[in-house]
């Protein structure tokens, strides 16, 4: 398996976090991706490594649907492609309405259809064509106005490799038809297949291509423990992360993640925490989250336990793990970026 991280430049030290992705490469990471939530951009925290790394690939984990055109989007990718020499790899999410409609302003309905035409003219304006296009949600040149069809001035000199991030069947399929690789979370091995692949696989097929040809980067915390009692500490800490992700993310009817959870087998659950979180009981939502939900989608615990879990995640179809390091400072959380990373290379 391939080894990743992932950065965000939001609050914090931003010089620290740099110098955690520069170290991360020193001890042999092969990616590191560059969140963008309701804080910092990516594009301009990727163009500041691309310049401070010289081997790993950097990648938009994601950029946003609706705070950029597509056109937009093309040249950002552009941009960063020839910066890092062709290391850029372009993570494209849409979000949810909480962040587009609450935080931009911008519509957040039918993200599958935007998304698919979104990728549909990047990859026009990257081959250097004439941008000319006529969707559901895009059309270029703008009807009844004075532009004519262009091209873009600027030219990629490399592959431009592109990664869905997609959490619900409709989009899983749409990275299975259109994407060179799918960015997961809330992942469990055990109820992928059904929950995950079966739709991946699907979108494969429509195109001839099969599960070969996408590159499957499934993220989650890692975080060792030295005995139980550590990890019973750990599981506490990270329920109150998970009832947050449940009941908080998103809006009361579209909860991406609380939608993968219930389809993972914890659907009465997830209900019940979203419900008491929405009612504001914090407190009961997080005593609802069972220490299975949390060991279920992260890589915790002895380090036997997480050399197992990496060889079941290898098993069920997982191409490049995505390491989110535990650890108060910067170095306990690079010395177990370290370790997981060499762990993963045993189970590669």
């Not at 592109?162 to 960015?183: E, Q």
């Not at 177990?336 to 290379?345: D, P, Q, V």
Request: charged letters at 20%; aromatic letters at 6%; hydrophobic letters at 45%.
């Amino acid at each position: 398996m391939r080894t990743a991280t992932s950065i965000e430049a939001s609050g914090g030290d931003w010089m620290e976090t740099v110098q955690f992705a520069v170290e991360a490469e020193k001890l042999g990471l092969d990616i590191c991706w560059v969140a963008e939530a309701w804080g910092s951009d990516a594009p301009a925290p990727l163009a500041f490594l691309a310049a401070r790394t010289d081997r790993m690939l950097l990648g938009s984990g994601v950029m946003q649907l609706g705070v950029r055109t597509p056109v937009a989007t093309a040249q950002a990718a552009i941009t960063l492609s020839q910066l890092s020499q062709g290391r850029f790899l372009l993570g494209l999410g849409p979000s949810g309405p909480q962040v587009i409609e609450g935080l931009h302003g911008v519509p957040f309905a039918r993200p599958v259809v935007r998304m698919r035409e979104t990728v549909e003219i990047v990859r026009s304006a990257v081959a250097g064509e004439k941008i000319s296009y006529a969707g559901q949600h895009f059309t270029i040149p703008l009807p009844g106005g004075q532009g004519k069809p262009m091209r873009l001035s600027a030219r990629s000199e490399h592959d431009i490799p592109i990664y869905l991030a997609a959490l619900s069947p409709a989009l899983l399929r749409l990275t299975g038809k259109i994407a060179d690789g799918w960015l997961g979370t809330s992942f469990v091995p055990e109820g992928a297949a059904e929950a995950y692949f079966a739709h991946l696989d699907a979108g494969l097929a429509e195109t001839g291509r099969s599960r070969a040809d996408l590159d499957v980067c499934q993220g989650a915390e890692v975080a060792f423990a030295g005995d139980e009692d550590e990890l019973r500490d750990m599981l506490a800490e990270r329920k109150k992360k998970l009832a947050f992700s449940l009941g908080g993310m998103g809006a009361g009817t579209t909860n991406f993640y609380n939608n993968a959870y219930s389809r993972q087998g914890w659907a009465v659950t997830a209900a019940e925490v979203q419900q008491r979180w929405q009612a504001g009981d914090r407190a009961g939502a997080v005593e609802l989250v069972t220490d299975e939900m949390v060991l279920g989608t992260t890589l915790l615990g002895t380090e036997d336990m997480v050399r197992e879990r990496l060889r079941t995640w290898r098993d069920a179809g997982v191409n490049t793990v995505r390491f989110y390091p535990a650890g108060d400072t910067l170095d306990a959380r690079l010395a177990t970026l370290g370790r997981a990373i060499e762990l993963a290379r045993e189970a590669g």
